[in-house]
């Protein structure tokens, strides 16, 4: 169903001096209404869940819980919402997950985000940008591999700590299921021990080094 202005928006950043900036910019256009803001994962999964908004402005790296498993709460609770990824991290992997994931937009916090506020408007009546910046760092990439939204999921708990019987119950898929999952991960990071994969997870930026493994 197609959604009308104006558009009611969550702002999810760790960082306050970020979100005073977009609420300030969105302050001046009368199609958004900013609803809540979020200052780690689990505020903006609350938020989401309470708001169910039109759009989603959110960091990747934030305290307790992640940007991937803030969008994959999104897409449960409300699948209609457009998100938006705003990060600094330019790490191949990570950006191509992210793509995958299938958020809306997709822009760098080290380039100036005027960009951002025009592409909005088209993000909003269904259309998706990504800025050049990431176009060209995954590009740029020869042995790069994109994971899937499930085996990041999964990385995220191997390097927890976790077991296969754990993650298959968190997951909600079966142990057999998560074998496959490992096996996909080791042969796409190419690395043979949890030791490999937690240095080139950390290295790639597909996991947030501040979270408690």
């Known amino acids: 169903m197609a959604r009308t202005p104006p558009f009611s928006t ?3 950043d760790d960082h306050q001096i970020v979100r005073l900036g977009l609420a300030a910019q969105l302050g001046t256009d009368p199609e958004f209404e900013v609803v809540a803001e979020a200052a780690d994962g689990l505020q903006a999964i609350v938020a989401i869940r309470q708001h169910r908004p039109d759009l989603l402005l959110l960091d990747v790296q934030m305290p307790l819980a992640g ?3 803030v969008i994959g709460e999104v897409r449960r609770w409300s699948p209609e919402t457009r998100i938006v990824v705003l990060t600094g991290i330019a790490a191949p992997g990570l950006v191509a997950s992210l793509v ?3 958020v809306e937009g997709l822009f760098s916090k080290r380039e100036d985000l005027a960009p951002l506020f025009e592409a909005l408007p088209l993000i909003m009546r269904g259309g998706r940008k990504v800025a050049p910046f990431f176009l060209e760092a995954m590009g740029g990439a020869e042995d790069s591999a994109a994971l899937t939204m499930r085996e990041r999921q ?3 708990m191997i390097l927890k700590g976790r077991s296969n ?6 997951l909600g898929i079966s142990i057999k299921t ?8 080791m042969q796409k990071l190419g690395v043979n021990s949890i030791a490999q994969l937690l240095a080139v997870a950390l290295r790639d930026g597909l996991i947030d080094p501040s979270q408690e493994l």
């Open 10 to 12: 969550v702002l999810a």
């Open 67 to 69: 940007g991937v498993e």
């Open 100 to 102: 995958e994931a299938g």
């Open 154 to 156: 999964t990385l995220n």
């Open 165 to 170: 019987k754990e993650i298959a119950a968190g």
């Open 178 to 185: 998560v074998e496959k999952h490992r096996t996909s991960l």
